[in-house]
């Protein structure tokens, strides 16, 4: 099993480009599939991204669609988002989350997560 940690958050102003990262521990960090998930104040977690083992497949929610791009390195078990055209709806605790089997949209089918990474907008 893995263990993730979140990290790459910060303030940004409307138009930004932020990386968030999500390093792993443990060797077993390229058969999981992975995700970024996220949390409004005051609203549900939220799917943003996930990836496939080996990184071929990505799935997108369609708010952060061709604005963020997750990818993966197994060689050094992290994972990135890159969110460019940041808006201030994307204000959130960003977490990384990892299962077996292929990624999905579902967060309650991801068992291991990392301790958030917080986005905020500044005005």
């Known amino acids: 099993q893995v263990q993730l940690a979140d990290s790459g958050g910060g303030l940004v102003h409307a138009g930004d480009s932020l990386r968030l990262s999500c390093a792993a521990s443990?060797?077993?960090?390229?058969?999981?599939?992975v995700g970024w998930f996220r949390r409004a104040p005051g609203k549900d977690q939220e799917f943003v991204a996930s990836?496939?083992?080996?990184?071929?497949?990505?799935v997108y929610a369609d708010s952060v669609k061709g604005r963020f791009t997750i990818s993966r390195d197994n060689a050094e078990s992290m994972l990135h988002l890159q969110m460019n055209s940041l808006k201030p709806e994307d204000t959130a605790v960003y977490y990384c989350?990892?299962?077996?089997?292929?990624?999905?949209?579902?967060?309650?089918?991801?068992?291991?997560w990392g301790q958030g990474t917080q986005v905020t907008f500044s005005s």
């Open positions: 989350a990892a299962r077996a089997f292929s990624p999905n949209y579902y967060s309650y089918e991801y068992p291991i």
């Open positions: 443990g060797r077993a960090f390229p058969i999981y599939a």
């Open positions: 990836i496939s083992s080996n990184g071929g497949v990505s």
